[in-house]
Every structure is written in structure tokens, then in C-alpha cells.
């Protein structure tokens, strides 16, 4: 075999190896772009689409139990709101729904703020017709202050605690029979022990 021919062989021979060597590159860099592209999910009749996240932007509704002070006691009921995993925006849309059963035709009676300090003590701050519209005795003092303490503590997950302040200042108390300068657990918790009657003490002026 002369010079000539040998050369001709080894161009041709390198050729082959790059054209083989490009095609093996192109083949790798394909498969990876498929396996790191968005799954695909196939329905009849339609082209594929993108996966869905399995987290969504909307946190949906959830149902929440509301508590109303009345003429026997505390009723409940349940109702809708929009869930948050922000205990201060939750605690805003439970407390909206309580004042709707307590508020009556009183316009001005509406929540102003809701606050919580580093103890999870959660500050509730409502217009001072909270105040001026009650006129019940000892028992539906209790009541009122109990439904809506259980309002928060059941549907606002960690909170320790319920202080109520009027156009956000404290008050002394709502009808002049239990204190609110300081929070609520130590008047109607768990461990506050049962409603007063109504006989043990008459409202203060």
C-alpha cells in the first residue's frame, strides 16, 4: 500500500470517529433535556399539559366553629371563612363572623385590629360599641366574654391566649362584673370553673 493510499485511509478513518463521536454527544444532551423537562400528564382528547403543582396559591375554604353569647348560654354554629396558615389573618376572618352574630342592626360595632405579641397572646381590638351595647347582667357577661374567647382558642392554632382592647385602649371590664385588663383565659378558660349566677353580685355603675 503506497503513502498515498495509507494517508487517504487515516483521513477517512478519523472522519468516521468525529461524525460517531458528534452523533454519541447529541444523543446524551437529548435524553438529559427530556429527563429534566416538566412531566407531562396525557388526557384523551387533549394534548399533554404540565403537571399541576401540588401546592396551589389558594389555600381554599375551610369551615369554622362560631360561638355567640345568648339568653341560655353559648350557641354554636358553623360556618365558612378563608383558610390561612397566618394565625392573624385567620383570626381576622373568625373574628368578622362573630361580630356578625353579636353586632344586630349596629353599624359601628366592627373589629379595628387583631395583634399578636411574642407570648401568642392574641390582641383584639374592636370599636367601643362592643362595649356600650351591652347591658346584660353577671351571667351574660360571662357569656359573651366566654363565646368569644372559644371563638379564637377553637379555630386559631397557636394562640395561649385572648386580651380584648376597645378603639386600642384596655378597659377595665364590658359590664362591670369581670376584669379585661388582663386576659381572658384567667376568666372563662378551662380552668375558670363554671358561669356565675346571676344573683352572686349586681352590676356596677
Known amino acids: ?36 423537562s416538566p412531566p407531562l400528564l396525557e388526557t384523551q382528547g387533549e394534548a399533554p399539559q404540565p403537571a399541576e403543582p401540588l401546592v ?25 371563612v378563608k383558610s390561612s396558615s397566618l394565625a392573624v389573618t385567620m383570626a381576622e376572618a373568625v373574628l368578622e363572623e362573630y361580630l356578625k352574630g353579636i353586632r344586630g342592626d349596629d353599624a359601628d360595632m366592627k373589629g379595628i385590629g387583631v395583634y399578636r405579641d411574642r407570648s401568642n397572646i392574641l390582641y383584639i381590638d374592636f370599636s367601643r360599641s362592643f362595649r356600650k ?23 386559631v392554632d397557636g394562640i395561649e391566649d385572648v386580651k380584648l382592647l376597645l378603639d386600642g385602649k384596655e378597659v377595665e371590664s364590658i359590664g362591670g362584673h369581670f376584669s379585661t385588663l388582663s386576659p381572658l383565659k384567667e376568666t372563662v378558660g378551662e380552668d375558670a370553673g363554671p358561669p356565675p349566677s346571676p344573683a352572686t353580685e349586681q352590676p356596677q355603675n
Not at 375551610?62 to 360561638?67: E, G, N, S, Y
Not at 353569647?69 to 353559648?74: A, H, L, Q, V, Y
Not at 351595647?133 to 379555630?155: C, H, P, W
Request: aromatic content about 8%; cysteine-free.
Open 1 to 36: 500500500m503506497s503513502n498515498k493510499t495509507r494517508i487517504i485511509a487515516i483521513v477517512v478513518l478519523l472522519a468516521a470517529a468525529a461524525v460517531a463521536g458528534w452523533a454519541a454527544t447529541r444523543s446524551y444532551l437529548l435524553s438529559r433535556a427530556e429527563r429534566s
Open 56 to 80: 396551589s396559591d389558594d389555600e381554599g375554604v375551610i369551615p369554622v366553629k362560631i360561638f355567640s353569647p345568648s339568653g341560655d348560654g353559648i350557641t354554636m354554629e358553623e360556618r365558612n
Open 133 to 155: 351595647a351591652f347591658t346584660g347582667d353577671i351571667k351574660q357577661e360571662y357569656y359573651l366574654l366566654k363565646s368569644l374567647y372559644e371563638t379564637v382558642m377553637r379555630n
